[in-house]
């Protein structure tokens, strides 16, 4: 049973560019969740998709956009980037399913480095 | 949102039982405390789970005293490869519809020496 994959594993842009990242979520999961996680620090969340849908969003700028495809998968997208914007992007996945046991799978990140 | 409070960092030997403890004095009635591992360059491992009492894995116990304003991870007989960053989280699970954001501190850093 494959876990929690992202692609790329590693991203170079420069400032002004676009990227974009992907996630494919943990068999039978159908939520996931992204989240930015700067040098020494614990991860920031970015926003939640649920049912192709932006459930909750973080603290962060219009410049952070998301996609949940019918398959469950998920895109991040940002915008413009910024210096500031090199982080390590983890994405998460979970199932619904009301019980007090979910739990959010994470993948092993993308390492984008904004030059 | 409850906030937690945990040390920066810990030493530790190899064989040597850790105990991981954590402040979340405003946690609410619908709270769980979760515990995740991480080593660089990867993301967050789910390690343990509780509501309150007890709670053992195969990897770890989690305490939680009566009034659940605390919790410690006990980690046994540790080894090199335990070395990593070990986060308290404290919210609702997620329930799909409005829940499940995870709120990360900077973490507690392990260290454990042979």
């Known amino acids: 049973d494959a876990g929690v994959t992202q692609s790329p594993t590693h991203l170079i842009k420069t400032r002004g560019q676009q990227v974009t990242l992907r996630c494919s979520p943990k068999?039978?999961?159908?939520?996931v969740s992204w989240y930015q996680q700067a040098l020494g620090q614990g991860p920031q969340f970015i926003f939640q998709?649920?049912?192709?849908?932006?459930?909750q969003r973080g603290n962060f700028p219009d410049r952070f956009s998301g996609h949940q495809f019918p398959n469950y998968s998920s895109e991040l997208n940002v915008n413009a980037l910024l210096l500031g914007d090199s982080a390590l992007y983890l994405c998460?996945?979970?199932?619904?399913?009301?019980?007090?046991?979910?739990?959010?799978?994470f993948g092993p990140g993308t390492r984008l480095t904004v030059l | 949102l409850a906030k937690t409070t945990q040390p920066i960092s810990m030493d530790s030997y190899e064989g040597q039982e850790v105990n991981i403890t954590c402040s979340h004095n405003?946690?609410?009635?619908?709270?769980?405390i979760t515990w995740y591992q991480q080593f660089p360059s990867q993301g967050p491992r789910f390690i343990i789970q509780?509501?309150?009492t007890k709670v053992t894995n195969e990897v770890a116990s989690l305490f939680i005293p009566a009034d659940r304003k605390s919790s410690t991870l006990s980690l046994p007989r540790v080894s090199l490869s335990d070395t990593a960053v070990y986060y308290c989280?404290?919210?609702?699970?997620?329930?799909?519809?409005?829940?499940?954001?995870?709120?990360f501190g900077r973490g507690t850093q392990l260290t454990v020496w042979p």
């Open positions: 068999s039978g999961h159908d939520t």
């Open positions: 989280l404290v919210g609702p699970i997620n329930r799909g519809s409005t829940l499940g954001r995870l709120y």
């Open positions: 509780g509501y309150k």
């Open positions: 998709y649920y049912e192709e849908e932006e459930r």
């Open positions: 998460a996945s979970s199932l619904s399913s009301g019980l007090p046991t979910d739990t959010q799978y």
């Open positions: 405003n946690i609410a009635t619908n709270d769980y």
